[in-house]
């Protein structure tokens, strides 16, 4: 059983900052990549960001100087640390992960539940 938690959304004025953390528990025996999503009401899924276990980062281009994906292997972490927010940033973000769950397991993607981020004066 494997468990993906985010944690950290909020409510925050425009040009505010939000720090999501998302913490993967249970059954891991290596994550390959961690990513961040969003939904923002009456929209589709979008890709925000990624980190692979090797290190490669990458954002997508509406978030690109603004926000910083980080992770923390030993905790099976990752955080999206989000300045300079729009009202168009406006969505729930979901943490996703690819990992495997033993030596020589498939790949498996996993979800978080999603933290609500609403960016509003």
């Known amino acids: 059983q494997v468990q993906l938690v985010e944690s950290g959304g909020g409510l925050v004025q425009p040009g505010g900052s939000l720090r999501l953390s998302c913490a993967a528990s249970?059954?891991?025996?290596?994550?390959?990549?961690m990513r961040w999503y969003r939904q923002a009401p009456g929209k589709q899924r979008e890709w925000v960001a990624v980190?692979?276990?090797?290190?490669?980062?990458n954002y997508a281009d509406f978030v690109k100087g603004r926000f910083t994906i980080s992770g923390d292997k030993a905790k099976n972490t990752v955080y999206l640390q989000m300045n300079s927010l729009k009202p168009e940033d406006t969505a729930v973000y979901y943490c996703?992960?690819?990992?495997?769950?033993?030596?020589?397991?498939?790949?498996?993607?996993?979800w978080g539940q999603g933290t609500q981020v609403t960016v509003s004066s």
């Open positions: 980190i692979t276990s090797g290190g490669g980062i």
């Open positions: 249970g059954s891991i025996f290596n994550i390959n990549a």
């Open positions: 996703n992960a690819d990992l495997l769950t033993k030596f020589g397991a498939p790949v498996l993607n996993y």
